[in-house]
Structures are given as structure tokens and as C-alpha cells.
């Protein structure tokens, strides 16, 4: 099991940006360099979306609907993987997790919200 911890979350209005962040406790540089993050979001009423991956050396994946708009990003340094959210729209509001796997296993994070207000 993987200790994942997200942040970032907030309320901004249509137009805004906003970044997420994504680390695992404990991360050396190899298995991060090996992982696979990918974030999710989650609407009320809605099933759970799966908006972008990264894994190490790809070309990153992107959801049709946030394609152009969100980035997502790696740093070694800081062992994190970032969500790079622009041009947000209100139907952008969710809660929005990172899952993120690795040759430990795998974990979720707790969820971060985000609001976007029209």
C-alpha cells in the first residue's frame, strides 16, 4: 500500500487555473521514475472519471474533455506529480483524486475539491 497524499484543491471562477499536487510518502527516485500517476475527478451524481496519466518517459494521456486545458507534470526532485488545471469550467467541479502506482503497490489519495464558479 502506498501512502498518497494530494493538494491543491479550491474554488475559482470559470476562466481560473488552479494546480494539484500528488507525492507518495517515502518515494526514492527509482520507483518514481517507475510509476504510474493518474488522476481521476468525481462529480456528485456521477461515476468516477479518469482525466490524465503519467508515467515516466510516455507521452501523457488526457480525457477528451480536458485535453488542451489540463497538464500533467512530473519533478523528480520533489517526487511529485502535478495537474496543471486552465481555462476551468464549472462543469470542471468535482472531487479530484490521484492514484498512483508503483513497484510498492498501489494507493489513492483522500480527494481534493475543486469549485468552479460561473
Known amino acids: 500500500q502506498v501512502h498518497v497524499v494530494e493538494s491543491g484543491g479550491g474554488l475559482v471562477q470559470a476562466g481560473g487555473s488552479l494546480r494539484l499536487s500528488c507525492t507518495a510518502s517515502?518515494?526514492?527516485?527509482?520507483?518514481?521514475?517507475?510509476?504510474?500517476v493518474a488522476w481521476y475527478r468525481q462529480a456528485p451524481g456521477k461515476q468516477r472519471e479518469q482525466v490524465a496519466t503519467s508515467t515516466s518517459g510516455s507521452t501523457p494521456n488526457y480525457a477528451d474533455s480536458v485535453k488542451g486545458r489540463f497538464t500533467i507534470s512530473r519533478d523528480n526532485n520533489k517526487r511529485a506529480v502535478y495537474l496543471q488545471m486552465n481555462s476551468l469550467k464549472p462543469e470542471d467541479t468535482a472531487v479530484y483524486y490521484c492514484n498512483w502506482r508503483d513497484a510498492r503497490g498501489q494507493g489513492w489519495g483522500q480527494g481534493t475539491q475543486v469549485t468552479v464558479s460561473s
Open positions: 517515502r518515494t526514492i527516485l527509482s520507483v518514481f521514475n517507475s510509476n504510474i
